[in-house]
């Protein structure tokens, strides 16, 4: 395990604002996420989990405190690179194109990039690997997919990108219980075995129980 900080967030609050109030969806928030550790965030609906990954992935700016990859303020960075490249965000939902198949569902973010087919192929075809899918479901389309496949398809996605940071939001919500813990053996397998930082949103206290570490969120705030 490397005990490097990966992504840092140092008194880090974030208000939504209207005209006639503000609320304070993260409060203070403090701690340091590590390469090789797999870790759940939890709270009740509205304590600030959602925003929190936000934050963390980018697509939000804190209205106070800092973010740090690596040592740098993600202020200071080109965020659709950090985004690209360094942070990968797996959803609920899977959020898989119907009309490509599995390997041209992996295959897409690096053609975005720019990157020919046959180069990426190779690379595609591995990260299914990891996640148990063989090469008899890389023509398949998401409809021919059980839940549980397509959160695969969906983890070798967000892995095809290069990204150290592998953030869930509720990854296992849509699934029964057999196919959740299928899917957070795998991204706990990720992080001990292959070093990624996988950071989990969810209400799941299964997933909490498996945790190395354990972020309890309550009103925005981390209080464990």
């Known amino acids: 395990m490397n005990d490097t900080n990966i992504l840092q967030l140092d008194n880090v609050n974030y208000e939504y604002r209207n005209k006639y109030q503000s609320v304070k969806a993260v409060n203070s928030f403090d701690y340091d996420f590590k390469k090789g550790l797999f870790y759940a965030i939890t709270g009740k609906s509205g304590s600030g989990k959602t925003t929190l990954l936000s934050l963390m992935v980018g697509l939000d700016t804190p209205s106070g405190g800092i973010i740090k990859y690596m040592g740098e303020d993600l202020k200071d960075m080109n965020m659709d690179k950090y985004r690209r490249d360094n942070v990968s965000l797996i959803y609920q939902d899977f959020n898989l194109f119907p009309l490509l198949t599995v390997l041209e569902n992996v295959m897409y973010p690096l053609q975005l990039k720019g990157q020919k087919k046959k180069d990426i192929r190779h690379l595609a075809v591995e ?20 839940g549980g496949e397509q959160q695969r398809v969906a983890i070798a996605r967000a892995l095809v990108t290069g990204a150290t940071i592998l953030l869930a939001d509720e990854p296992t919500g849509n699934l029964d219980t057999e196919n959740g813990d299928n899917i957070v053996s795998i991204l706990k397998s990720l992080a001990h075995s292959e070093g990624y930082c996988v950071i989990v949103v969810t209400h799941d206290l299964d997933i909490a129980s498996v945790a190395d570490e354990v972020l309890q969120l309550k009103d925005g705030k981390l209080i464990q």
Do not use: I, N, V
Not at 131 to 138: F, I, R, V
């Open 127 to 146: 990260k299914l690997a990891m996640t148990g899918l063989d090469e008899s479901y890389h023509k398949r389309y998401p409809s021919m997919l059980s």
